[in-house]
């Protein structure tokens, strides 16, 4: 008879560089969590939420087996109640109580501090139960306190939704927390509550969720490109290419800074357009007394006035011009790039296939705010290829990138369809699955237009 073949014991793969468990890694096991049970392990985060379990008191053992010794302040324990009572009786004054309470000192309750702490992996957190001999619950029931704690994964000691949890049994890391003045609590608080505590920001779920989504959308945009033949290119962020030609970029210098610390010399207090208007108007003055040749002596003052102030003029231009030169760190115009395009095609004519995937500015002004400033943009450039290879090119990188993310972000988008959009998921599959149909143009204007889209998307805009 074969003997049968014992099950290999699960064990979790160490953080490589800190030596933990990230908890990613023990909620995301295809096997659930029961192969766990039992195994020593060392876990980080920061606590989400809490509540404390108070223990209760066990009563003094017996004298069983013989008197024991014991101490002297055993013994006034024991006896606060009785001189309490005799306080009682004589009137005897509050201070004296508190005197007292002072020099024996109830011992605090033994309690068990239920934490709920995450790590950033995923949007699961982990119980931890901390025994108060291993740590203050004032020091680790905080919102916000950073703990690294070692213990053993367990069964649920509570009947509710968790299916681990980590009793502790070392408590090597807390790191404090100022409670009042922590903006996050444990209800739910409005992202925009925090613009001004951004740094609090990614510990929220959602915005935690959305940084993980991102981060799996620009690892599916580099593994498409590279497993496809495309060469990555890093455009220059700084430029002085107008990629659009519209004008709406920003500009980059550094000789405003350096006005505002330069001593100030003769002539920086006359502004330029005041001289312009200056000349203007004395230009008329010099035409009105040509036309009247009444007073020669007038006109002679008005053109040497005009002479004057023309060549102030020409001294501030070039002064102006000299200063800039001089002051700013680049020799001409240069620009935040509104788009890497140029640059991919000088070297798609080297290399082939060819994409950038990095910020990218732009300086509308829009009414609504629904333009963004800053954004990441994936563009590519194809050596040799037609219209039609480009249209299956954004096809497939589309229907990847939507796999990849259903795939690999499940448990965030989860949470993004439970709470922001209950349809994400099912856009997503729809996308990845269905093929796409191709027409022209002028076709999708005139389908738009049937069913009124551009207009309710122009309203909603």
């Not at 001189?83 to 005897?92: E, L, P, T, V």
């Not at 954004?394 to 922001?420: G, M, T």
Request: glycine share 6%; hydrophobic share 40%; charged share 25%.
């Amino acid at each position: 008879m074969a003997s049968e073949q014992a099950p290999v014991e699960a064990t979790l793969a160490l953080s490589k560089y800190s030596r933990r468990v990230i908890l990613k890694t023990i909620f995301s096991r295809p096997d659930g969590v029961t192969g766990l049970i039992g195994q020593s392990v060392v876990v980080g985060g920061w606590v989400k939420s809490s509540r404390e379990f108070r223990k209760e008191v066990a009563p003094p053992p017996s004298n069983i087996g013989g008197p024991k010794d014991i101490t002297c302040t055993e013994v006034l324990q024991t006896k606060i109640p009785f001189f309490r009572s005799i306080i009682k009786i004589f009137g005897g004054d509050h201070h004296i109580r508190d005197k007292l309470d002072a020099i024996m000192p109830k011992p605090p309750q033994p309690s068990i501090s239920i934490l709920q702490i995450s790590d950033g992996s995923s949007t699961s957190t982990l119980r931890v139960l901390i025994d108060s001999s291993l740590a203050s619950p004032s020091h680790v029931m905080p919102t916000g306190t950073s703990i690294l704690a070692e213990g053993v994964l367990q069964k649920p000691s509570l009947h509710d939704k968790e299916i681990i949890e980590l009793k502790a049994e070392k408590v090597l890391h807390i790191g404090l927390v100022d409670q009042d003045r922590y903006p996050l609590s444990m209800k739910r608080i409005p992202l925009d509550a925090l613009r001004d505590s951004a740094h609090f920001r990614p510990r929220t779920t959602t915005v935690a969720s959305v940084m993980r989504i991102r981060n799996g959308l620009a690892q599916a945009t580099n593994t498409f490109f590279q497993e496809n033949g495309f060469v990555y290119v890093q455009v220059p962020v700084i430029t002085s290419t107008d990629c659009e030609g519209k004008g709406e970029i920003f500009q980059v210098t550094t000789s405003l800074e350096k006005e505002k610390v330069e001593p100030r010399s003769i002539g920086d207090d006359i502004k330029l357009d005041t001289v312009k208007a200056s000349i203007k108007e004395k230009s008329k003055q010099v035409e009105e007394l040509k036309r009247s040749e009444s007073n020669k002596e007038a006109l002679g003052v008005a053109m040497q006035d005009l002479k004057k102030a023309t060549e102030l003029i020409s001294q501030l231009e070039a002064k102006q011009r000299g200063k800039s030169k001089a002051d700013d760190f680049f020799s001409g115009k240069t620009y935040l790039t509104t788009s890497g395009r140029m640059h991919l095609e000088s070297c798609a004519s080297a290399l082939g296939n060819v994409y950038s995937f990095g910020p990218r500015f732009h300086a509308y002004k829009s009414e609504p705010n629904k333009l963004l400033a800053e954004m990441w943009m994936v563009e590519l450039e194809m050596a040799f290829s037609e219209l039609e290879d480009s249209m299956e090119c954004a096809i497939d990188f589309l229907k990847f990138i939507c796999k990849w993310i259903l795939e690999n972000c499940a448990e965030d988008l989860k949470f993004v369809s439970k709470r922001v959009d209950k349809l994400v998921v099912d856009r997503l599959q729809l996308i990845a699955t269905i093929p796409f149909e191709k027409i022209s143009y002028t076709d999708a204007v005139e389908v738009l237009n049937k069913v009124n889209f551009l207009l309710n998307f122009l309203n909603t805009i």
